[in-house]
């Protein structure tokens, strides 16, 4: 499908990151799924070249332009080539609207040009052992003791967790308050008592760190506290939709990339004397598929357009991102079994793909919370 969403220097850009993510990543990422984290120095050579904080203002060090289409070529892209392991999308696309909105001007400068250069990796904490549906339910708590939070809690499934130098951590600030007692506070590396668990053992995305995180008594100073005291749970449901829909931008590269290699697949291979692909079944599976990676594809980049004109709704981002990674997580089991017992073996890209891809519709809010959310919007009692 043509598509009508980018401009000349879009496809520039796309080269360029086309251009290091052969040079700088490809020759490393398997090295990096066996030992579950990618090297921080691919951060800094990432940040060198410009794909790091492009929305960030030129005086911080970023790119100094508003256009989500940037984002979405990075994710398209690490997506394509199975790179599942480099956080970008998680650094660029989740966590910097928090830092650009939120982070005051001394934050900004003490912040940004290390979040550009790449010498700053970041996370996001929300979930909890004890809860991730129900963000209202943490209990991670921060006490304020003259001019600091005094912070307890652990935290757990944090993408980029081992290798981040700063983390955004949602924390219940006033018990009473219910949805209006939470804040964002930055904890940095180094802090006494903010420790790192285990790097946990994924079925997918091997390469990426996802850690637990654990604070005693940690004394966060006040000066690090993003926004307002008590506005953290506002702030979270403000910055949910582009983090949504970035996962969707994830679900429609996967669906293309994996139909185009099993398309290619049953073309080669062969079976009763002639390739697979000229099965009936075959045809009509893959006709399916094909109409349905379109649809997605529509739906995402009008969605990226209506994110970037600041008019995608938070039902709109549920949408795309429940029906997008559940037709993705579809159309990966389908193409694996159209590959056979080739399909099942971690060498064959349709294998990595298949258990990179099941997380889709659990992260960043599940395809039920989805569906929730967008329930609640079509008042229905
Ligand atoms: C690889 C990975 C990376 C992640 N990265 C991050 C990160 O960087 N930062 C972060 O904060 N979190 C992260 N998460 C956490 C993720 O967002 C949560 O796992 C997710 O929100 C679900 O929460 P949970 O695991 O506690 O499941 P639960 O909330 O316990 O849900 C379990 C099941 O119950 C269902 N359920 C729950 N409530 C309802 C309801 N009201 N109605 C119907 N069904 C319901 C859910 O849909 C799900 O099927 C990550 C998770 C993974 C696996």
């Known amino acids: 499908m043509e598509r009508t969403l980018f401009e000349p220097e879009h496809l520039l850009f796309r080269e360029s990151y086309q251009k290091f993510l052969e040079q700088e990543v490809a020759p490393n990422h398997d090295k990096w799924e066996e030992q579950n984290i990618v090297d921080r120095e691919v951060w800094k050579k990432a940040g060198e070249q410009g794909f790091l904080g492009m929305d960030v203002p030129e005086e911080y060090g970023g790119g100094g332009v508003e256009d989500f289409r940037y984002n979405a070529i990075i994710t398209e892209e690490t997506t394509r ?28 400068k003490r912040w940004l040009p290390g979040f550009c250069s790449g010498e700053i990796i970041t996370a996001i904490a929300m979930t909890e052992p004890g809860t991730g549906s129900d963000l209202q339910n943490i209990k ?35 018990p009473d308050k219910g949805a209006q ?18 790097n946990l053992d994924k079925i997918g995305l091997k390469a990426q760190d996802t850690a637990e995180l654990s604070f005693t008594d940690v004394r966060v100073p006040a000066a690090n506290l993003l926004g307002e005291e008590g506005m953290g749970f506002i702030y979270l449901m403000q910055n949910l939709p582009q983090e949504r829909m970035s996962i969707a931008v994830v679900a429609a590269a996967a669906m293309e990339s994996c139909l185009e290699m099993t398309m290619q697949y049953v073309r080669d291979r062969k079976a009763f004397g002639k390739p697979i692909g000229s099965f009936q079944n075959t045809r009509f599976v893959l006709a399916e598929l094909a109409t349905e990676t379109t649809a ?22 549920a949408m795309a991102k429940w029906w997008t990674t559940e037709a993705q997580v579809k159309l990966i089991d389908r193409c694996l079994q159209l590959h056979g017992g080739y399909g099942y073996m971690r060498e064959y890209p349709i294998a990595k793909a298949y258990m990179d891809s099941r997380v889709q519709t659990i992260y960043g809010g599940t395809t039920e919370i989805m569906k929730e959310i967008i329930g609640r919007g079509l008042n229905l009692s």
């Open 81 to 108: 080539g199975g790179f599942s392991g480099v956080g970008f999308m998680l650094h660029n696309d989740v966590v910097a609207p928090y830092l650009l909105k939120l982070a005051n001007e001394e934050q900004k």
């Open 140 to 174: 991670t708590r921060a006490v304020r003791d003259g001019d600091h939070w005094v912070l307890n809690g652990s935290k757990t499934f944090i993408t980029n967790g081992i290798n981040a130098d700063l983390v955004v951590v949602v924390a219940c600030t006033d």
């Open 181 to 198: 007692g939470f804040s964002l506070l930055v904890v940095e590396r180094g802090m006494e008592g903010f420790e790192r668990g285990r």
């Open 296 to 317: 997605v594809r529509i739906l995402v980049d009008k969605f990226i357009e209506q994110l970037n004109d600041g008019k995608l709704t938070v039902q709109e981002a």
